[in-house]
């Protein structure tokens, strides 16, 4: 969907586009419902790099964040497919869909 102009250029800021996660997950759900509302994230690695599944794996990244929270690990990590990140779809275009990234989710 279109970004808000109210949301931090810093995410997603070569593109108008910006995609909505929908979790499965107990912990990522529970902090939303805590904020009472969405939550605006990025993604645990740096483009291209394989997903992180538990904190210690980014751990390069952490002097640059405001914030880290450990919610415990995602997926199996013995499963290559968990790597993979999600699914993505552009469904910016009415009627139309196109898949931009394969993946496990």
Known sequence: MER????NKDLNPFTRLVGIRIPDHAFML?????????LALTSANLSSQASSLSVE???DLWP???LV???GPIG???SPEC???STVVDLSVPG???????GCA
């Open 4 to 7: 808000s102009e109210e949301l």
């Open 69 to 71: 929270i450990d919610g």
């Open 30 to 38: 529970d902090l939303a419902q805590m904020f009472g509302g969405p």
């Open 76 to 78: 199996d990590s013995q």
């Open 57 to 59: 794996e980014f751990q």
């Open 83 to 85: 790597r993979l990140g």
């Open 64 to 66: 640059h964040l405001s």
């Open 96 to 102: 139309k869909f196109g898949i931009i990234r394969p």
